[in-house]
C-alpha cells in the first residue's frame, strides 16, 4: 500500500464516524431516509458485522463468494460489467475483476452491513475491509476501477465514497480517462446499441409529479424519475430546470420511450461551466 494512499483511508475512516443515517415519516405515512438530520428525523441505528470470512471466488469488480457460499455484493459502487456468455463485457470490467481478485481472493475479509442486508438477488450487501484495514470498496472508486452507486436507504460511508470517486475523477484515473465513458447528449440514446451505465447530459424542461415518482422531463422521448421517498436528499428539483446536468445510471426503454432512475444526487449533477 502506497503512503498516500494509507493516509487516505485513515483520513476517511477517521471521518466514518460523523456521519449518519436518518428517518422520518411525512403525513401522507411515506417514509423518508437521508444523511442530514432534521427536526423530525430520528437517527436509524445501523448494525456492523465483525467477523471475518475467507474470499472464495471473485466474479468481477463487485461481487464475490465467500467459503460459506454466501454471496457478497459491494455496497454503494457499480463495476464494469465483464464479459459472459449471457451479456457483453464493459471496458474496464475486467481490469476490476483482476485487481479485486489479486487484492482479496484467499484472504479474510470483515463485512460490514448497512440498512438493507440482501438485495433483490438475495445477495449479502456490505462494505468489506481486509485485515490491514483497507476499505475495498473506497479503494475501487479511487482506483477509478468502478462508480458510485447509493441505493438509500443504505448511506453508510455515502459521503467517503463520493470523496474517493472525486479523487478518480479529478485525475482522469481507470475509468474516468476512457473514452467509452466520456459523457453524451441525451439525444444520441436512440443510437446507442449498449444499454449499459452511461453518462449522459441535458437539460429538463419540466417537472411532472405522479403517485410514486417525481419525473425531470428532457424531451418527449427522455426523463429522470426520483423516488418520491428520496425526496429529503435531494435540492429543490426546479433548481435543475433548464440548466445543463449530467446523470449517471442506467436507461430503460419501454415503447420508444427512456427513463433513468435516480436514486441519490450524486447521479444527477449540474455541470460546472468552463
Known amino acids: ?53 475467507v474470499v472464495r471466488t471473485v466474479y468481477d469488480g463487485d461481487t464475490l463468494l465467500l467459503d460459506n457460499r454466501s454471496k457478497i455484493r459491494l455496497l454503494g459502487i457499480n463495476a464494469p ?47 468489506i475491509f481486509t485485515e490491514d484495514g483497507s476499505h475495498i470498496n473506497l479503494v475501487l472508486l479511487r482506483l477509478g476501477l468502478a462508480a458510485v452507486d447509493i441505493h438509500p436507504p443504505n448511506l453508510k460511508y455515502a459521503q467517503q465514497l463520493l470523496l474517493a470517486q472525486k479523487f478518480a475523477e479529478t485525475g482522469r484515473i481507470g475509468i474516468w480517462g476512457n473514452p467509452a465513458y466520456l459523457p453524451q447528449p441525451l439525444i444520441s440514446l436512440p443510437g446507442l446499441k449498449d444499454r449499459g451505465w452511461r453518462r449522459l447530459t441535458g437539460q429538463p424542461v419540466m417537472l411532472k409529479p405522479s403517485r410514486k415518482f417525481y419525473r425531470l422531463i428532457y424531451s418527449e422521448q427522455v426523463d429522470v424519475r426520483i423516488a418520491r421517498e428520496n425526496l429529503d436528499l435531494f435540492p429543490d428539483l426546479t433548481t435543475y430546470l433548464g440548466r445543463d446536468t449530467e446523470i449517471r445510471g442506467w436507461p430503460s426503454r419501454r415503447q420508444g420511450h427512456y427513463s433513468i432512475l435516480v436514486r441519490h444526487p450524486s447521479a444527477l449533477q449540474l455541470m460546472e461551466k468552463e
Open 1 to 53: 500500500m502506497t503512503r498516500t494512499l494509507a493516509i487516505f483511508l485513515l483520513l476517511t475512516a477517521a471521518a466514518a464516524g460523523s456521519t449518519g443515517i436518518f428517518v422520518r415519516d411525512d403525513p401522507e405515512g411515506q417514509r423518508h431516509y437521508s444523511d442530514r438530520p432534521s427536526a423530525d428525523a430520528q437517527r436509524v441505528a445501523v448494525r456492523s458485522g465483525v467477523s471475518y470470512r
Open 81 to 127: 460489467e465483464i464479459e459472459t456468455f449471457r451479456k457483453s463485457g464493459e471496458a474496464g470490467g475486467e481490469e476490476a475483476r483482476i485487481w479485486l481478485k489479486k487484492a482479496i481472493e484467499g484472504k479474510k475479509i470483515r463485512l460490514e452491513a448497512d440498512i438493507e442486508r440482501t438485495d433483490r438477488y438475495k445477495r449479502m450487501l456490505a462494505h
